[in-house]
C-alpha cells in the first residue's frame, strides 16, 4: 500500500493549492481518506476526509467553506482544494487511509493505519 501526497508550495494569503493523494495497492474494498496538517510545534489534525463507499465528507471547522475534498476513482486520487488561503493553514499535509464497513463516520481521525509522506503547504506573503 503507498499514498502519496503532493501539490504543496508556497503560496500568498487568500491564494490556493490543490493536494493530491494518489493510492495504490489498496485491496478492494471501503476506504476512508484523509488529509491530515501538522504545523510547527502543534500536534497533527484531521482536516477533511472522505468516505469512498458513500462519498460522504467531512470538513474541520477552522476549513469549512473553504477546502474541498474529492475523489477521481479512475486515478485512485483524492484531492484537496484549499482555496482562501491563510497563513494559520501553514503545515505539513499528509493523507492516509483506513479499511472500513460503508457507514463508518470517516472523521475518526485518531483510527487511521496507512499514511502517505507529507507536502509542505507555506501560506506567506
Known amino acids: 500500500v503507498q499514498l502519496q501526497a503532493s501539490g504543496g508550495g508556497l503560496v500568498q494569503p487568500g491564494g490556493s493549492l490543490r493536494l493530491s493523494c494518489a493510492a495504490s495497492?489498496?485491496?478492494?474494498?471501503?476506504?476512508?481518506i484523509g488529509w491530515f496538517r501538522q504545523a510547527p510545534g502543534k500536534e497533527r489534525e484531521g482536516v477533511s476526509c472522505?468516505?469512498?463507499?458513500?462519498?460522504?465528507?467531512y470538513y474541520q471547522d477552522s476549513v469549512k467553506g473553504r477546502f474541498t475534498i474529492s475523489r477521481d476513482n479512475a486515478k485512485n486520487t483524492v484531492y484537496l482544494q484549499m482555496n482562501s488561503l491563510k497563513p494559520e493553514d501553514t503545515a505539513v499535509y499528509s493523507c492516509?487511509?483506513?479499511?472500513?464497513?460503508?457507514?463508518?463516520?470517516?472523521?475518526?481521525?485518531?483510527?487511521?493505519?496507512?499514511w502517505g509522506q507529507g507536502t509542505l503547504v507555506t501560506v506567506s506573503s
Open positions: 495497492g489498496l485491496p478492494s474494498g471501503y476506504y476512508a
Open positions: 492516509a487511509a483506513l479499511r472500513v464497513a460503508l457507514y463508518y463516520p470517516c472523521e475518526r481521525f485518531d483510527a487511521y493505519a496507512m
Open positions: 472522505i468516505s469512498t463507499g458513500t462519498r460522504r465528507t
